[in-house]
């Protein structure tokens, strides 16, 4: 007897197969195969087991069917028979490859897959950093106001806030920020979905109820795995024992959560004792956070009530100094402010100041001085940006200023990157945390990363208006993407109508593909709104354009005669042809401009204009030193991004150019059109820069190239003028 089922050579493979009943294994062990993955499925559902379970037991099973037919093949004519070698062998390999495939798979999955949320980072961004947090985490939901007087509604959500300010300054635990918890606000979402959707552990949501001078608070914290409760209790107290009250919940949340405070800092603390003054502070932030014109002005009154109820009340001084920055007529992209810029950046500063000057531990108060430098003393404010984040590391709202500062003033997008990342941890529902995000990313040359990152914020804040004029102008930059630039940009001048600067750029963009009447349109409303300042460019441009060279430079001279130093101004004057006389004036104004230029090891906003200044001055020596000094310097940088730092644009084209270097030139103009940046056939055709090239076949190939790119948007436009949810779906793709 062999240890082999005895063959037969006239048996046909589909035979051998029946008798030795492989057929039949592998038909009965799909079946149970199937049963079993029904029942997996069930208990998953049931005790809310992770996805990854159901996912590597159909992985694991799968891998069990080669190994069920390889046992049936030896042993299902007869079972009797020995172990073989090769069998032996054949299951091994089918053992390591199955274990080896749900290792793997299991590895990539991670264990905190269940509860990211949809809207988060991919992996390597802030997903990473979520998944490296093992506090234990909690998220404040807004407190139910149970009073007769819908007008205690701040009061609810300003005691559910104080809560998770205090909570989140308890170093071993991790509290979700404001805007996001909020965002279930007048929601009835399970708290298993929120705790998903936060990636939180607990939630604490309560209610309150004020009646006279008396206030019930209930609260109860509930693990999100299970809906069950943690902690629950009722608190009848006189409304004066609010800090009281405030401090005894905190407290019992974090022994509920089984936070070890020894060595650490528990509960803080609001910063006040005094009852009117917590009132006043809990109307004002009410008030800022509807950012509206009114209720900005509200926000201001309320807070400067706090702080002279309480001059030592450093977070009501510096939420006075954000109610003072959005008090600016000329803040943001949509404005809300009422007061002259020069008044609202006083009087931000100084209660800044003061709130350093009574809290210097308080980490939101360096932020706000921060803030209040970023014009003034930009190096001051990175080093106040610093602190901050050293004393509040979990304050989303610090980050997101640390964030800027390394961005805007320090120029380190990578780390921007980082801490804009963690901020988002901590305030996944944020969409204003996706927009510095998606800056970040733009500035560090990561332009699909960056559009990844506003179409979230679109989707998570439809009316928030940055996000779709920010898209609008990059994608005004990209070849053929004008008519998704219009799109945009029409939305968000529906969001935010009175904006004369999304109205200028529109117009723009409505001149590029020819719709005169639309573009005349936008004129006349920004004449209508007084926008000086933008009408002034668009007949500079128009002169420019039209070949008008004298109305172009008189324009231009107009605008640098208001302000000498603006680096727009001096670029413009540099591409307009001109007699050796004119080139020479430009380049004197210029270097008044910034006279260490020609030494700088980087050529900062105005390089390339100098460098094609001295060329047409009569020093094309220098422009070549000046062009391979600087030359490393962009080639470091993207073709395109709507942070100017992060990308070259034509910088090194128009410098190359100058130079000289005209083969050079030529590879850069087709390298810059293969990486997206749409330079502007029109801007070829006039700029003086481009003089010793633009007969060139290379240069009208790719002139031909844009013009046509453009055509064909612009009838898509026409086809369809108005944005829709593919647009946005298409972002980053």
């Known amino acids: 007897m062999t240890d082999a089922p005895t063959e037969r050579d006239e048996e046909g493979g589909w035979a051998k197969l029946r008798r030795r009943k492989v057929v039949q294994w592998g038909i009965a062990y799909a079946a149970g195969a199937w049963v079993l993955l029904q029942v997996v499925g069930f208990l998953a559902d049931a005790f809310h087991w992770p996805d990854a379970t159901k996912q590597l037991a159909t992985i694991a099973l799968a891998f069990g069917l080669p190994v069920a037919l390889v046992l049936a093949w030896y042993h299902g004519d007869r079972g009797h028979q020995r172990l073989t070698g090769a069998e032996l062998a054949v299951l091994t390999l089918l053992l390591l490859l199955g274990g080896g495939a749900v290792w793997l798979y299991g590895h990539r999955t991670g264990p905190s897959d269940a509860t990211l949320s949809p809207a988060t980072p991919t992996p390597g961004t802030a997903a990473t950093a979520t998944a490296a947090d093992t506090r234990p985490s909690v998220a404040v939901l807004p407190f139910v106001n149970l009073s007769s007087d819908p007008a205690n509604e701040y009061l609810a959500d300003g005691i559910a806030d104080t809560l998770l300010t205090m909570l989140s ?27 998903r959707l936060l990636g939180v552990g607990a939630v604490l949501e309560g209610s309150v109820q004020r009646a006279n001078d008396r206030l019930r608070i209930t609260t109860q914290l509930i693990n999100t795995s299970d809906g069950a409760h943690l902690w629950a209790e009722t608190y009848d107290r006189p409304a004066d024992d609010i800090f009281k ?12 959560l089984a936070v070890a405070l020894a060595g650490t800092h528990g509960p803080g603390s609001i910063g006040t004792t005094n009852v009117a003054a917590y009132d006043a502070y809990l109307r004002g932030r009410a008030r800022i956070a509807e950012r509206q014109s009114r209720t900005i002005a509200e926000a201001v ?33 949509k404005t809300i402010g009422n007061l002259p810029p020069e008044q609202a950046a006083a009087q931000q500063d100084r209660a800044a100041r003061r709130a350093v000057e009574v809290a210097p531990d308080l980490g939101l108060a360096h932020a706000a001085l921060s803030v209040a430098l970023m014009d003034s003393a930009p190096s001051d404010a990175s080093l ?10 979990d304050d989303p709202d610090v980050l997101a200023n640390r964030a800027f500062v390394l961005r805007a003033i320090e120029h380190k997008p990578d780390e921007a990157v980082e801490i804009a990342e963690r901020a988002i941890t901590l305030d996944p529902r944020n969409a204003r945390r996706r927009v510095s995000l998606g800056m970040a990313l733009d500035q560090a040359g990561e332009l699909k990363g960056a559009l990844n990152q506003y179409r979230e914020a679109m989707r998570m804040e439809p009316g928030f208006v940055r996000p779709y004029s920010i898209v609008g102008d990059t994608l005004g930059m990209l070849v053929g993407r004008v008519d998704g630039a219009a799109r945009f940009l029409r939305h968000a001048e529906a969001l935010d109508p009175s904006s004369a600067d999304i109205k200028y750029v529109l117009a723009t963009v409505y001149g590029t593909m020819g719709e005169t009447r639309l573009r005349e349109e936008k004129l006349r409303e920004l004449r209508e709104l007084g926008a000086r300042h933008v009408l002034q460019w668009d007949d500079v441009g128009e002169a420019y354009y039209e070949g008008s060279w004298e109305e172009a430079r008189a324009g231009v001279l107009k605008h640098l005669a208001q302000d000498p130093d ?18 020479e004036q430009a380049l004197q ?24 200044l001295l060329s047409r001055a009569g020093d094309p020596e220098q422009a070549q030193v000046l062009t391979r000094r600087w030359e490393p310097y962009w080639r470091k940088l993207h073709a395109v991004g709507w942070i100017a730092e992060g990308a070259r644009y034509d910088d090194l084209l128009r410098s190359l150019a100058c130079a000289g270097r005209n083969e050079h030139a030529l590879t850069e103009l087709e390298a810059l059109v293969q990486e997206g940046l749409d330079i502007g056939w029109r801007d070829l055709a006039v700029d003086a820069a481009y003089e010793a090239i633009r007969n060139d076949p290379r240069f009208r190939a790719v002139s031909n190239k844009l013009k046509a790119a453009e055509t064909e948007a612009a009838a898509r436009f026409r086809a369809r003028p108005d944005l829709n949810d593919a647009d946005i779906d298409s972002l980053g793709s």
Do not use: H
């Open 589 to 612: 104004m210029l270097l008044a401009a910034d006279p260490e230029l020609p030494k700088a090891l980087e050529p900062g906003d105005s390089g390339a204009a100098l460098i094609c």
């Open 566 to 583: 603006d680096d727009s101004s001096l670029s413009l004057l540099s591409a307009v042809p001109g007699s050796r006389a004119q080139t």
């Open 301 to 333: 009154a309320n807070l400067e009530k706090a702080v002279a109820l309480d001059p030592s009340f450093g977070r009501a001084w510096a939420e006075l100094s954000e109610a003072y920055r959005l008090s600016s007529r000329n803040v943001g992209s």
């Open 169 to 195: 300054q308890v170093s071993d635990l991790k509290v979700i920020a404001r805007t996001s918890s909020f965002s279930f606000k007048g929601k009835n979402e399970d708290v298993r979905t929120i705790g």
């Open 384 to 393: 106040a940006s610093a602190r901050a984040v050293s004393l509040s590391p």
């Open 245 to 256: 009250v405030q401090d005894e919940i905190a407290v019992r949340v974090t022994q509920a």
